[in-house]
């Protein structure tokens, strides 16, 4: 296995169009998260995944935004009407956990640069 | 929600121990602390994480202190590939509020 893979690496698209950018987590992670980082600044946090079910989504940040992991195992983030101010590179992390509220120690993908002209 | 600050960037020598600090003020009492090193258009790279008093492996030490307000990386003996950001984020997935806050950054530059 080599760790998290995001497709596409950059994604250059013109104001108003949808994307969406794909994550493939590390093979048997049961989590897996989404993250938006904008030049100089650290991640920031937009929702995550414990297999299929999206436990947490209230950091997206608009209704434009919305994720999927509909087998539990790849995952999609997709952003409707695209704005300038959503140009950021977003990352995807995995994670094994076992039960609870344990900790878990995340693994980033190379993440997705996106310009939105 | 309470910001997580570093210092903005840090020069050291090749050779020499580099301590970068992280403070969170407001720390839950359920989160953990985790550091990442991150190179340019590249995605964070687990350094170590913690949740007390002292760990450390391969490659790094992590201080945290009783009230654990704070928390200290130590890199010994950096060398020159050891420059890049270093992010400590805090927070905890899965209690009562899912949180996950990012650091500041702190940028490393290490000389020959």
């Known amino acids: 296995d080599t760790g998290v893979s995001q497709n596409p690496r950059h994604k250059i698209t013109k104001r108003g169009q949808n994307v969406t950018f794909r994550c493939d987590p590390i093979?048997?992670?049961?989590?897996l998260y989404w993250y938006r980082q904008t030049l100089g600044q650290g991640p920031e946090f937009l929702t995550y995944?414990?297999?299929?079910?999206?436990?947490?989504k209230s950091r997206l940040l608009s209704d434009r935004f919305s994720a999927e992991r509909p087998k539990g195992s790849f995952s999609t983030l997709e952003i409707q009407r695209t704005e300038q101010g959503d140009s950021a590179m977003y990352l995807c992390?995995?994670?094994?956990?076992?039960?609870?509220?344990?900790?878990?120690?995340?693994?980033f993908g190379p993440g997705t640069r996106l310009t939105v002209l | 929600l309470a910001k997580i600050t570093q210092p903005i960037s840090m020069d050291s020598y090749e050779g020499q121990e580099v301590n970068i600090t992280c403070s969170h003020n407001n720390i839950a009492t359920n989160d953990y602390i985790t550091w990442y090193q991150q190179f340019p258009s590249q995605g964070p790279r687990f350094i170590i994480q913690?949740?007390?008093t002292k760990v450390t492996n391969e490659v790094a030490s992590l201080f945290i202190p009783a009230d654990r307000k704070s928390s200290t990386l130590s890199l010994p003996r950096v060398s020159l590939s050891d420059t890049a950001v270093y992010y400590c984020?805090?927070?905890?997935?899965?209690?009562?509020?899912?949180?996950?806050?990012f650091g500041t950054g702190t940028r490393l530059q290490v000389f020959p």
């Open positions: 992390a995995s994670s094994l956990v076992g039960g609870g509220g344990s900790t878990d120690t995340q693994y």
């Open positions: 984020l805090v927070g905890d997935i899965g209690s009562t509020t899912d949180k996950l806050i």
């Open positions: 093979s048997e992670h049961n989590r």
């Open positions: 995944f414990q297999n299929e079910a999206q436990l947490e």
């Open positions: 913690g949740y007390k």
